[in-house]
């Protein structure tokens, strides 16, 4: 059955990979993200290929924005069935007492608190059609601190946290929920980290071969599609020489 896919952060790496998926999967999809022009390329993309596609560009920071965008909705995208909650970001890799409040902030608003709006502005529809999953963008980040990793991990720790106590609360209904905890993905993230610092940025991915968007967007695809009495709760995703979020075995990038 062709599924209503709502994806925050669906203008650049984990979050387009899963639009691109989820719409080889036949289903229809609400993509949202800042990047006004990002989100008219994919929306060309894909209606090209004949998916159905709104987009919503937004901040998922703004709270009463997203209440407006999702409210309004037209009656024939009401009823999501599955919502990505994969916005998020990294800022800075700096000891935690040298850390910088803005930074600590926007991941907090964005991670934490963007994804908590974003559910609770979606779940109660999902609870009264009795149908429904919600897929998290953790990461092995959230499993243990790193160095330099601080906030962020922490943004992570509580994305498992929130998703636990979600699981726990729809319990009583048919919702499915999932949190994906990738390790080293090659996107736009390190870009984000390092304040625009590529070459800084590129060194993160360097003798190691790391996942992709698509690799993390395959697993979203399978728990979505997974027989209804199934519900796939928590997957790690590492590339094969990470051991952990601060174990990478460089040097074997073939
Ligand atoms: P990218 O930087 O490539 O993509 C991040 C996406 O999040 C963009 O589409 C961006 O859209 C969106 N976003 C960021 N801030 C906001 C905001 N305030 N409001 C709305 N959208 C926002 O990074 P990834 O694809 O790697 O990151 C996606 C998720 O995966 C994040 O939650 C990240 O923490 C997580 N993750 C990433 C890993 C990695 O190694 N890459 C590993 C584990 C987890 P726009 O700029 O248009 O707003
Ligand atoms: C992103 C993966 O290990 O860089 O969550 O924190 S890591």
């Not at 639009?19 to 894909?46: C, M, P, W, Y």
């Not at 998916?51 to 995208?77: C, G, H, N, S």
């Not at 498992?160 to 390790?183: F, Y």
């Not at 390092?194 to 991915?205: E, L, P, Q, T």
């Amino acid at each position: 059955m062709k599924k209503t896919v709502l994806i925050t952060g669906a203008t650049s790496g984990i979050g387009l990979a899963c639009a691109r998926k989820f719409a080889e999967n036949g289903d229809r999809l609400i993509l949202t993200g800042r990047n006004v022009h990002a989100l008219s390329e994919i929306r060309q993309e894909l209606t090209m290929k004949e998916t159905q596609v709104m987009t919503l560009a937004f901040d998922v920071r703004d709270r009463e924005i997203a209440k407006k965008y999702i409210e309004t909705l037209p009656a024939e995208w009401k009823d999501i069935d599955v919502l990505v909650n994969n916005a998020g970001l990294a800022l800075g890799l700096e000891a935690e007492y040298k850390g910088n409040f803005e930074d600590w902030e926007t991941m907090i608003d964005t991670n934490i608190k963007g994804l908590l709006t974003m559910t609770r502005l979606v779940v109660p529809g999902m609870v009264e059609r009795n149908r429904g999953h919600i897929i998290n963008i953790g990461s092995v980040a959230g499993d243990a601190a790193y160095a330099g990793g601080n906030v962020y991990c922490a943004t992570k720790a509580a994305v498992k946290t929130i998703t636990d106590g979600l699981r726990i609360d729809v319990a009583d209904t048919a919702i499915r929920v999932t949190n994906l905890k990738p390790g080293l993905v090659e996107t736009n993230f390190s870009n984000v980290r390092f304040h625009g610092d590529s070459d800084r940025a590129a060194n993160v991915y360097k003798g190691i071969k790391p996942l992709t968007g698509d690799d993390i967007a395959d697993v979203a695809v399978y728990a979505a599609n997974a027989p209804a009495h199934v519900q796939i709760a928590e997957v790690l995703i590492l590339a094969t020489h990470q051991g952990s979020g601060s174990v990478i075995v460089r040097g074997n990038a073939d």
